[in-house]
């Protein structure tokens, strides 16, 4: 299936072969997958005759035997044309990547299947990894069709209700106290100790290429063309990588004319590659923070400084929303077009509109959102921001007076709104 030369260490160009290895030993630098894009030989048609799924990628994909593929569903989904969203944010073309209706309801379904058939392929006897959520469903998941063990590794303060999903695969869950920095160690230790496959530890060269094809998927349901701009959610910056390498690949096998394309990215205000992009400087480790966005809740990004660089030298730029713009983000996202997602998706909608209001985005531009996760995910932090109506008896009557009172309430905030009617 794939052509992969070996790994490369994206800092000094070390070479290795391609093992469970994630850091160069020469300069602690990340490593990538290399592969011999010589051998590359696919048509558009071929991927158009494949599965409905990332697997009709899998010629660029590191994997080497399909028979370690773990294929839940993952993938494939619809691109859809925001024309309300684009409409109430003053944009000309909008689209949505809703990746919040993969098999575990989240983006991390992409990544973990790469990383999966890839631990198989290697004999591993054990896969887990360090999650802040999303990431530990989608393995734990896996790993129960692939009937392998899972050590998940999680920071203790992660929503109920995505511990409930978790839980329900029947994987090994550690509840780490701490942040999702101090999991991760935990993680990484266990992982070189027992020589088993974490798939963003030792297996993360490989995992991130499963966020290429949602560059692969957005290109070819617009025609075989790349869209000219994206805006993506940060946390430790892997993934805006990956979709901005997925374009330049399509590019160099003759796929899509062109791979340029602007990559903007949106994290929860006060996170280190929003706040290095915004203004202007290093990107700097954070050790306390807070946000409702906890799947994005990365104080030491490890991918932060190239995504920061990834961004500027695109010509794009990133949005730090609050909290409170992230739940506007989530509430508008929901009453324009129909999506439920969760907090990082709320973070990503209230990202466009910052970039829309800062003037970042050009009024000719085709721009593609990326929404990576699904909001039933996090409906016990959502529902504190939503109010329940009062109950009225079974009456016509009563509905009839309910319905007088909305309209007048309708008419009174309009009439206080600028410019509202007179």
């Not at 203790?156 to 550690?174: A, N, R, S």
């Not at 508008?332 to 910052?354: C, H, K, M, N």
């Amino acid at each position: 299936m794939s052509h992969v030369k070996g790994l490369r260490c994206r800092e000094c160009g070390e070479e290795y072969p391609a093992v469970m290895k994630n850091t160069c030993e020469s300069c602690f630098g990340p490593l990538e997958v290399e592969y011999d894009w010589s051998e590359v030989d696919v048509s558009r048609e071929e991927i158009e005759s494949g599965p409905n799924s990332i697997w009709r990628y899998a010629d660029l994909l590191p994997i080497d035997n399909e028979d370690s593929v773990v294929d839940l569903g993952t993938g494939f989904n619809h691109l859809y044309e925001a024309d309300n969203l684009a409409d109430e944010l003053g944009i000309g073309e909008l689209y949505i990547l809703n990746d919040s209706v993969n098999p575990s309801f989240s983006f991390k379904d992409r990544v973990t299947g790469v990383a999966v058939a890839k631990a198989i392929e290697f004999g591993v006897d054990a896969v887990g990894c360090a999650s802040t959520g999303n990431l530990a469903s989608s393995v734990a998941a896996h790993a129960a069709k692939a009937n392998l063990p899972a050590y998940i590794f999680i920071p203790d303060t992660i929503e109920k209700g995505k511990i409930t999903q978790t839980l329900t695969y029947d994987p090994e869950i550690v509840p780490v106290e701490g942040n999702y920095d101090d999991a991760n160690r935990l993680a990484t230790e266990v992982a070189d100790e027992n020589g088993w496959g974490f798939v963003n530890i030792n297996l993360r060269p490989y995992y991130t290429e499963g966020s290429n094809t949602m560059a692969y998927e957005v290109a070819e349901q617009l025609g075989w063309e790349a869209p000219d701009h994206v805006v993506h959610p940060m946390a430790a910056g892997a993934s805006l990588l990956s979709v901005q390498k997925g374009y330049k690949q399509l590019e160099k096998l003759g796929l899509i004319e062109d791979g340029d394309v602007k990559m903007s990215g949106s994290q929860p205000e006060g996170f280190p590659i929003a706040e290095a992009v915004r203004n202007d400087e290093p990107v700097k480790p954070i050790q306390e923070y807070e946000t409702l966005a906890h799947s994005l809740a990365i104080g030491s990004p490890a991918d932060g400084f190239y995504a920061k660089d990834a961004i500027l030298e695109s010509g794009g730029y990133a949005a730090n929303p609050d909290d409170d713009a992230i739940i506007e983000g989530i509430k508008l996202l929901a009453r324009t077009e129909g999506i439920f997602t969760e907090p990082a998706g709320g973070t990503t909608v209230a990202g466009l509109r910052q970039l829309a209001e800062e003037g970042r985005i050009d009024d000719d531009e085709t721009v593609v959102v990326n929404i990576t996760g699904n909001g039933l995910k996090a409906e016990s932090t959502l529902s504190e921001f939503v109010t329940v109506p009062e109950s009225i008896s079974p009456s016509i009557g009563e509905f009839e007076d309910r319905k007088q009172r909305q309209n007048n309430k309708t008419k009174n905030k309009k009439e206080a709104v600028p410019g509202g009617e007179q």
